[in-house]
């Protein structure tokens, strides 16, 4: 079975979960985004990845970029070139950018549904649009207005790439360690020396001029991550002529191999700065906030894809019969949908899929206000939800990409290990998004490390109140005790690393993972309760749309019975502290 965008679904987070076509074109420069021109954008989005993006995915894994040493270039699998065109010339990559550079400046949130699609559909190919995003921000944020000019209307229009180009052979979490060289030069330029690996997109066929984002050093750079510096390399000067940073070759992956990820060697190639010397980092955060919501959606969008093809698998493998009598005596055996032990493989792909979506969806709706709302208090209050929730859907909602396909595959049993299907290439596609961007351990470190504590834990304490005025307002909602039983151990977690992670960093490092998962459990209740409460009114008030809505009643519940209940596991976790891990010995390991 082929991918089907879930529109619906979509739609009932957008819209009837979230009041996105009430928020959205009330903040000022959205006013277009009514839900009329948002459905009419997303049903256009669902017919390029369904019948563009989706038929390249098994081709392009089979096919991969090639490279060619002579010219240094790299081929992209056949079908790419021509979808990649098709998609910057619809104006999906110009969508969320600002009008005065060519863009829609259509909501965030907008971009956020389109990228699930084109993450379902083929992730390799929406990896060189996607990246592209970072380096828009990053230049919207800190270039200069000839940067702005020289780069964001082409960038947008998706004539030409954007890359980062952070890492190196010999660092990759810790960025201070980059040796990558920027000297000055007389005309303002900079020469920039160094080799970065794994750079996504770093050559390529699909557009006329690949811009790079660099981080390097200044020759006077004080050491560690505050002497790093942000410069633009462009492959092509704006005179055309060939500028010295080139593609030394391709890693040679598990998945997404119609991504070219490549090594590149920057020979003294000319660039400009972005920013103030030495203050690369943050403008690197900006590229690397708005890729690890990105990648977030990668990992919802592979599980989707993952449980569509198992559920249809599921649907018509016969094995066995039910262990309540056979269901189809007709047949030479039951279909494996009614076993119960493939269903708690189906279903908790479609609890957590559907659960992950509302927070990927709350926290872009969030990013938009962030940026567009009038008010100040507003625009702060929706900051620190996007500040807290981003290493959140990082990392919970691509280890669940994972870990559905996974259950997917096994759900497919050989079928499934086989290349006659979709699902093992989505296990090892979905394998990266748990490590790029900064590994899942990093992002738990980063919510422990900087997000609590920020603003004296201001973020932290506006998201408890929310759910406590969810609370307040809903005392009949579904599933009320399991949200609060849920928050009491989470705030019983914060307090245990407020107490022990402060004094000794360690206990707060032993903690992290298992703290953000709690906390990404605990959040996605509260959207299951939410979403529960929506389907009981829309069934109260007489929908047709029965299946729908009692679909989320019984979700909702697999949710709070098989899923939830993980979180006491995990505060015992937290709470058992660090000790049995660094007790013993590196030569007893
Ligand atoms: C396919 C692919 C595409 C990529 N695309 C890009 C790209 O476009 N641009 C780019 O710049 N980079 C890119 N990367 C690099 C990617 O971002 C890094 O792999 C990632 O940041 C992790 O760095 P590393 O692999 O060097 O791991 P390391 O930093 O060596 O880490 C190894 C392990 O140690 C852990 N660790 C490290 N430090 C700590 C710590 N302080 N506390 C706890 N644990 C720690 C990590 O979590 C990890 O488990 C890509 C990588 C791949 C494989």
Redesign the pocket.
Known sequence: MSYQAPLRDMQFVLYELLNGDQILPALPGCEDATREIMDAMLTEGAKLAENVMAPLNTSGDREGCQYDPETKSVKTPTGFKEAYKQFSENGWTALAAPVEYGGQGLPHTLNTLAEEMVCSANLSLGMYPG?THGAVNALISYGSDELKETYLPKLISGEWSG?????EPH????LGLIRTKADPQADGSYAVSGT???????EQDLTDNIIHLV?AKLPDAPGGSKGISLFIVPKFLTDGTRNTAFCGGL?H?M??KG?A?CVMNFEGAKGWLVGEPHKGLQAMFVMMNSARLMVGLQGLGIAEAAYQTSLGFAKDRRQSRSLAGPQEPDQSADCIIVHPDVRRMLLRQKATIEGGRALAYFTSLQLDVAHKAESAEEREQADDMVQLLTPIVKAFLTDEGFFCANDGLQLMGGNGFTQDWPIEQYVRDSR?TR????????QA?DLVGRKLGHAGGRAVKRFFAMLEQYGKDNPDAPHLDDVKGAVARLQKATMWLMQNGMTDREQA?AA?TPYLRLFALTAVAYFWSRMALTAQHALNEGSTEVDFYQAKLHTAHFYMAKLLPQTESLLTEIEAGKDSLMEITVAQL
Not at 163 to 167: A, H
Not at 171 to 174: L, M
Not at 435 to 441: A, C, S
């Open positions: 990246l890359t980062m180009c952070l890492t660092c990759g979490t810790d970065k690996i794994w750079i996504t997109g770093g981080l890693e992956k998945g997404i991504s990820t990266i490590i790029y961007e900064g590994t899942n351990g990093i470190l490092g992290a």
